[in-house]
């Protein structure tokens, strides 16, 4: 096995169980996350690995526990986000009438607002999940419209489409069938880039108490909570951070080889 592959297969595998204790790692807590176990903000020690929070449950637990509803929210959000871009990008950049300056002044106007604005509009009007989702969708489909669109229209004149055009296949099916296949790898990075907003505006709306109701663990939440006892227990407030940080940042680096993929000559 070359380094180069040792490497990639070393990444695959730290992103992999990154995600899944993301997702799964509530499983590996040692305590209830929801339970007091000590006096508050009490040092790591004995049983307490990282030390209490605020009302004095184990912040171990909760870190393990606090970061299933915001991954599943950005990758909700993501996913929603990315094929609305996506469905719009292919349609502008396949026609040239009409319809694709149409879509564009529509990403154009949704890309002036800015993206915490709308969030917090949605945020007071509906439930906190759905309100991540529809600010994502607001504020990162028009990006993906815009790459998506430009990278369509590179490959529409390509010699693959060509063909099928002299085929007599249709539009649609010459979307879906040829031009989608070619665009997939920079699709794919779109998701991931859509995935990290989501999650800074799911992280954002919980720093603001619009996120999950307590006592349910979340990384967010924890920061919120334990800002006033960071010097009695730095962990409270270093560890859901840190964890917010990691998640992040996997699946931006996901995102980004995924991108210098589309990048390569087709």
Do not use: K
Not at 82 to 101: K, M
Request: proline content about 7%.
């Amino acid at each position: 096995m070359s380094i180069v592959t040792g490497g990639r297969l070393g990444f695959v595998t730290f992103a992999g169980t990154v995600l899944g204790l993301a997702l799964f790692g509530s499983l590996l807590a040692p305590h209830d996350p929801t339970a007091p176990l000590g006096a508050p903000w009490s040092p790591s020690g004995g049983g307490n690995l990282l030390g209490t929070d605020a009302l004095g449950r184990d912040v171990l637990s909760r870190v393990l526990a606090g970061g299933r509803h915001l991954t599943l929210t950005a990758g909700a959000a993501a996913l929603v986000a990315a094929a609305i871009g996506i469905a719009g990008g292919l349609l502008a950049g396949w026609h040239d009438g009409p319809l694709s300056r149409l879509l564009h002044a529509a990403a154009d106007l949704l890309l002036a607002v800015p993206l915490l604005l709308i969030a917090l509009v949605f945020a007071v009007t509906l439930p906190g999940a759905v309100a991540v989702i529809a600010a994502t969708v607001c504020g990162g489909a028009p990006l993906t419209l815009r790459i998506v669109g430009d990278a369509v229209r590179q490959v529409r004149h390509a010699g693959f489409v060509d063909a099928a055009l002299g085929r007599g296949e249709s539009g649609p099916r010459i979307l879906g069938r040829e031009i989608l296949p070619a665009v997939a790898a920079l699709a794919g990075s779109e998701i991931g880039a859509r995935f990290v907003v989501a999650l800074q505006l799911a992280a954002a709306l919980s720093l603001f108490g619009l996120g999950p109701a307590p006592p349910a663990p979340d990384w967010s939440a924890m920061i919120r909570e334990n800002v006033s006892g960071a010097a009695l227990s730095p962990a409270a407030l270093i560890a859901p951070a840190i964890a917010l940080a990691v998640l992040s940042l996997t699946v931006a680096v996901v995102g980004n080889a995924a991108a210098r993929h589309a990048r390569r000559p087709l």
